[in-house]
RNA sequence: GGCCCCAUCGUCUAGCGGUUAGGAUCCCAGGUUUUCAUCCUGGUUACCGGAGUUCGAGUCUCCGUGGGGUCACCA
């Protein structure tokens, strides 16, 4: 049985590399058939933001992750971690510490100043006369003095840490409150977290908090540490770089299963297999074989994955998820063709909407190097031409292939090459030169529209004469 | 600075002692397309450096260099 879990501190939005960790938890529990749990690590209280929680909670929704039971709220399990507390002091495996705040500072200063890692010297390890006055302790847990903390990390091998890099090091705040290694050492194993998987920057946490394992007689789980995702510049990710909250992706109109499957190939693969459903995901995720190295966000592939995506998705849940960007186009007649016509012609929603967009309603304005290019001389006598013809015609005009056939006749009637009417009927009808393809457009638009834009920009270039 | 981790095309990566070092993305060229895009074909680009082990090293060992992480009464 698996269990893993997502434990973020509620101190900003979700960002893509908590994503993509939360994802490998996700999937090695759902491959298991094992139990994927959410907690929020809100130990201090004084950091915490509810807006943060919940855009977390909304991120995981919009991505379909759905963890496990309820949230865990650390901030709520404070009695429980003050009998582990008590616990500890009382087998004399913690003790407290009448250091104060300021004796600490200077001591880390004269530490600094000869060189020395600034670590904690032990002074009241072994306490036992009168406490100072007026200081409010914190608790301190014994660490070992000497010898070795290791453990097998599933993803970088043999991690082995001299005890002495650990110091006996706070698991209580003065005001009371238990700090984070030690409260999530309770909670991963109350929780019965079986595989820790986070980021590598946790990787010196881990000895830490196997102090308080040992001290409380817990079972050690596997650790999984997953390096770092940094900018497309090899540089840590930081706020300057946009996008960073995962919300923002889908204003940016990015689908949650591009922004996956981009994600779960940063620091994994299986073989040369690029596009991964969720359910291959699923079956095919192990995280032994994540990389040991830390990678490069890459926007170029992550829009050439949406691509692909937005292409190979049904109609229908396109032009559903189409209407967030302000096109409604459910119920439409032509609903098919207008997709058909749009979907392969931009790398996110936000484009396609925009393609669709100048179809269903005239342009407002022509390119102006476009009018410069494309409407000459002999365009307005070519394109009455063409109205003529398209009013004359006899025949049911629906299909692409309907359009396609006036077009055809059109050129050959009039011996002329598709250049002298393609270019200026597309900036007629879409006000600009590149789009869906002529035969789509006027089957979408039909014949009145068609005519009704044609006569326009006829009335365009006879004004601008 | 101490400690720990990492190192294959620009980027994501395959490789698990013997390969013309493979795929994807990007870029370039050609084809398809009345435009643009899609799609198809082809191409350029990589084992950080130095020792060692070995018949043979991208793969194993050591050193160096570079990058990253971490050293809180934050998480």
Known sequence: MITTRFAPSPTGYLHIGGLRTALFSWLWARKNGGTFLLRIEDTDLSRNSKEAMEAIIKAFGWVGMEY???????????????????????????????????ELDSLREAQMALKERPRYDGRYRDFSGAPPEGVAPVIRI??????????????????????????????????????????????????GITDVIRGDDHLYNTPK????????GFVLPRFFHVAMINNEDGKKLSKRDGATDVMEYRNMGILP???????????????????????????????????????????????????????????????????????RIEGHDKLEMILDATKERGKTLVQIARQIEIILAPALNFDEKAVGKVFKSD???????????????????HLPSDYHAVLEYFVSTKSIGFGKIGQP?????????????????????????????????????????
């Open 257 to 327: 299963e591009a922004l996956l499957n981009f994600l779960v190939r940063l620091g994994w693969s299986h073989g040369d297999q690029e596009i991964f459903s969720i359910d291959e995901m699923i079956e095919l995720f192990d995280p032994q074989t994540i990389n040991k190295s830390a990678s490069c966000y890459n926007s170029d592939k992550l829009l050439w994955l949406n691509a692909h995506y937005i292409k190979q998705m049904p109609n229908i849940n396109l032009a559903k998820l189409l209407e967030d960007y302000g096109v």
């Open 379 to 397: 365009t307005v006598e070519i394109l009455e031409g063409f109205i003529k013809m398209l009013q004359g015609w006899d025949r049911e005009l």
């Open 142 to 191: 014994k660490a070992p003095l000497e010898g070795e903390i290791s453990f097998v990390d599933g993803v970088k091998g043999e991690i082995s840490i001299a005890a002495s890099e650990v110091d006996d090091f706070v698991i209580a705040r003065s005001d009371g409150t238990p700090t984070y290694n030690f409260v999530v050492a309770i909670d991963d194993a109350l929780m």
């Open 425 to 465: 009927l597309r900036l007629s009808l879409l006000g600009e030169l590149s789009g869906a393809g002529l035969d789509e457009i006027m089957a979408i638009i039909g014949v009145d529209e068609t005519v009704l834009r044609i006569n326009r920009a006829i009335d365009f270039i006879n004004n601008a004469k």
């Open 209 to 216: 908090q196997i102090v308080v394992y040992k001290a409380l």
């Open 68 to 102: 496990d039971g309820e949230v865990v709220y650390q901030s709520k399990r404070f009695d429980l971690y003050q009998k582990y507390i008590d616990a500890l002091l009382e087998s004399g495996k913690a003790y407290r510490c009448y250091m104060s705040k300021e």
